[in-house]
């Protein structure tokens, strides 16, 4: 795979977040944040600097955060499912 595909690849990861756009999200990839992981690292104020995102960052940051709870489900869910 090429470095376009795996592009392509990020942004669609990142643009299935509800509540990012598919511009915000090519945005926020070529930024330098590929994953759900490097978003939830991110500060508001790198993200704020990164054009098209400006003033939508804590936006973007709370979709971030819904989407990593939506993924987790309800608190110890997630690992007693995987220990069964």
Do not use: C, W
């Not at 590929?34 to 003033?55: F, H, N």
């Not at 804590?58 to 955060?65: F, G, R, S, Y």
């Amino acid at each position: 795979m090429g470095f376009a595909e795996k592009v392509a690849q990020a942004v669609k990861a990142v643009a299935a977040i509800p509540g990012i756009t598919p511009e915000q999200a090519d945005a926020l990839v070529h930024g330098g944040l590929l994953s759900l992981e490097d978003l939830m690292q991110a500060e508001a104020s790198y993200l704020a600097e990164i054009p098209a995102i400006g003033d939508q960052a804590p936006a973007i940051l709370e979709a971030v955060k819904a989407e990593v709870a939506r993924r987790n489900g309800p608190a110890g869910e997630a690992g007693e499912t995987s220990a069964a």
